[in-house]
Structure formats: structure tokens, C-alpha cells
């Protein structure tokens, strides 16, 4: 019994000894690499790609696919991923991914971020770098979970992915002039007269484009430009979006529109798609979302 009990021992030790070695190996050929790991051997983290699903007054959406490759002799398991999103050394987004995260040893996967960015936080930091005249800034994105680790036990592993990149501009659309044109017993013509601010070094196009117009609270008027427009870079492009509405939306209205300017309100909606041909990835495929308010006294010609 007693010999039985110190050959399991022996066993055990030997096995200990062993794993030592390998995770050391592993280590150090980690080192030897250099840069990936960070002279070091711990899970490694890399930022894959940037989608903006929807940009309006409050609030950008994104989705941000984060790769977590495992060099450890062991798998681990994460119940939760902190993280926080930089620009120019100022946090922007800081949010929790609550799911369990699960890599196998030498195994690596790709996780999707939900992140939501406030616009006033964004344009806070825009504002001080256009005023600086910086051009380009520090994006990043640092990350921290705790692994529950066999051999090793619970460890909390943190790390900071940085890229300097163009300082980008979300696009500022603008309503210059709400323009009743023809007004007739059978219909009225309607233009909204927009302009849209670009600061960015690139040219885009938006596309699939649908609107409303509303005065007084009543929508008059609603149309769609599924065709691509050009928004020039660091540029103000203008475009006009001409609609038709039937009198019974507008006619109740005329008096106020004629007569009321400075108390009656209008409120335009865009919703529309961003494409850009180079792919830039902080901006192709999104949607935007916009609304403009205003009274109709702001349209007011000199």
C-alpha cells in the first residue's frame, strides 16, 4: 500500500515537472518572437474589424470584432471582458461584455463588441483636436478579463491595442431653406435645400436616402433619392431633395407659413446609408440617422 502510494507521488511530480518545462519552452519561445506576445506568454488580443450600424442626434452604434488568440499549454475560461475605447488618450466608450468567453490551448477566437458612443462625448474630444489643428490621433481599445486558469489559478490579464489613424469627422448635415415652390389647389412643390459638411482628408457617397418634412408637427411631405450622391471631402456639398405633397397636408398650414414664421416649427429627418468606394472601415456601409429642427423664421431671406 505504502509502495503504491509513493509510486503515485513520483507520478505526480514528474507530471508537474513536466508541465513546468513545456509552459517554460512555450514561454520562451514566445520571447524569442518577440513583439505578438509581448515578451511574455498570455493570451493575445487584436482589434479585426470596425462596423458603424447607426449614427443619429444621441447616439453611434458599433460593433467591433475583437480576436483572442491562446498561446498557454492550458484552455482558460472568462466570465466577462471590461473595455475601454480611447481617442487621443481620452476615453470615450467604457462598457463590459458579459458573455462566458472559452479559448482551447493553441486555439484562438473572434468576439463581436457591442459599443455605443455618446455624440457629445465624441464631439467634445473633435472640437480640441480641430482647434489644435491635429489631423491625426491615437485610437485604442484597452481590454481586461479574468481567467480562471488551471495550474496557474485566477489571473487578470490586461492589455492596450493602439493605432494612430486620420482624426475622422461624423458628416453634418445642415437644412439651409425649406423652399414652397408652386402652390396649387392640386398639389405643392416642396424642396428641402441641405447641405452636407464633410471634414474628412476622403470623398463618400449616401445613398438609399429617405426624408420627411414635418411643420407645425404634421408631416406634409416624405420622398426617397435611392440614387448615389457625392459628398465632396473637406468640403460643404449641397444637395437639394425635391418632394410633392398634396394640398389637404400643406393648405391648413399656409397662414402660419406666410404669416407665423418665428413660432412655427419644422423638423426634417434623413435616413440614409454611407458608402465609401476605398472601404474605410470607420465609415463604409453605415447608416446615419438624422434629425434638424428649427422654425421656419431661420429660413428667413434678406
Keep these: ?38 515578451d511574455t506568454l498570455k493570451p493575445r488580443l487584436e482589434v479585426s474589424t470596425l462596423d458603424i450600424t447607426n449614427i443619429d442626434d444621441d447616439v453611434i452604434t458599433m460593433n467591433v470584432k475583437m480576436l483572442i488568440d491562446n498561446p498557454l499549454p492550458v484552455g482558460f475560461k472568462a466570465n466577462n471582458l471590461k473595455y475601454t475605447v480611447y481617442m487621443a488618450k481620452t476615453p470615450i466608450i467604457e462598457e463590459t461584455y458579459a458573455k462566458p468567453i472559452e479559448v482551447e490551448s493553441g486555439d484562438s477566437t473572434l468576439i463581436t463588441l457591442p459599443m455605443k458612443l455618446r455624440n457629445k462625448t465624441l464631439m467634445t474630444v473633435l472640437k480640441t483636436l480641430e482647434e489644435k489643428g491635429i489631423d491625426s490621433t491615437t485610437y485604442g481599445v484597452r481590454a481586461a478579463f479574468d481567467l480562471d486558469v488551471p495550474i496557474v489559478g485566477e ?13 475622422y469627422y461624423l458628416p453634418e448635415i445642415k437644412v439651409e431653406d425649406i423652399d414652397f415652390g408652386k402652390l396649387g389647389l392640386k398639389q405643392t412643390d416642396v424642396a428641402a435645400k441641405v447641405s452636407v459638411v464633410n471634414k474628412n482628408k476622403f470623398p463618400y457617397n449616401i445613398t438609399d436616402t429617405h426624408y420627411t418634412v414635418s411643420i407645425d408637427g404634421k408631416k406634409i411631405a416624405e420622398g426617397s433619392q435611392p440614387e ?3 459628398i465632396k471631402k473637406q468640403a460643404t456639398t449641397p444637395v437639394v431633395f425635391p418632394v410633392t405633397v398634396k394640398p389637404g397636408q400643406s393648405l391648413s398650414l399656409l397662414p402660419k407659413m406666410l404669416f407665423d414664421k418665428k413660432d412655427t416649427p419644422f423638423l426634417v429627418t434623413f435616413r440614409c446609408k454611407i458608402i465609401d468606394k476605398d472601404g474605410n472601415a470607420a465609415f463604409d456601409n453605415s447608416k446615419l440617422n438624422t434629425t434638424i429642427r428649427g422654425t421656419l423664421a431661420d429660413f428667413k431671406k434678406d
Design 1 to 38: 500500500m505504502k509502495k503504491g502510494w509513493l509510486i503515485a507521488l513520483g507520478l505526480l511530480v514528474l507530471g508537474c515537472i513536466g508541465a513546468y518545462i513545456w509552459y517554460n519552452r512555450l514561454k520562451t519561445n514566445a520571447e524569442a518572437e518577440g513583439g505578438a506576445y509581448d
Design 228 to 230: 448615389p450622391i457625392l
Design 155 to 167: 489571473r487578470t490579464f490586461t492589455q492596450t491595442i493602439e493605432k494612430r489613424l486620420p482624426t
